[in-house]
């Protein structure tokens, strides 16, 4: 995982918080890494941003980033797409703050 200054980690909790929000208010079931969230599952040794689940039919992974650590969090991207892609109608996501 990379590391980030303190004004970096703020922006990249932000950015998690709000999309996990977005879930919830759209109903999902909704876990994010952030205190006052359920915590996400560990999938293949890493624990996702955010994990939303709709109905027990759709589910999504989003992993967001920092233009620091899009490219060295690989391992991670990874383990989450061999998740997404073992399931059906289940997806995974970066997405990269500014």
């Known amino acids: 995982m990379a590391q980030r200054t303190p004004q970096r980690q703020s922006v990249h909790d932000q950015k998690v918080d709000e999309i996990a929000?977005?879930?919830?208010?759209?109903?999902w079931e909704t876990k994010a890494d952030l205190s006052g969230h359920p915590q996400p599952d560990t999938i293949y040794?890493?624990?996702?941003?955010v994990q939303a689940v709709?109905?027990?039919k759709w589910e999504e992974i989003v992993e967001v980033e920092t233009p620091e650590?899009?490219?060295t969090d690989k391992?991670?991207?990874?383990?989450?797409?061999?998740?997404?892609n073992e399931r059906p109608h289940t997806?995974?996501?970066i997405e990269v703050t500014d």
């Not at 040794?45 to 941003?49: A, E, L, Q, S, T």
């Not at 391992?75 to 997404?84: E, G, P, S, V």
């Open 21 to 27: 929000r977005g879930y919830i208010n759209r109903g």
């Open 45 to 49: 040794g890493h624990i996702p941003d």
């Open 54 to 56: 709709l109905s027990n």
């Open 69 to 71: 650590s899009l490219d």
């Open 75 to 84: 391992d991670q991207h990874q383990a989450f797409k061999r998740y997404a």
């Open 91 to 93: 997806e995974f996501k």
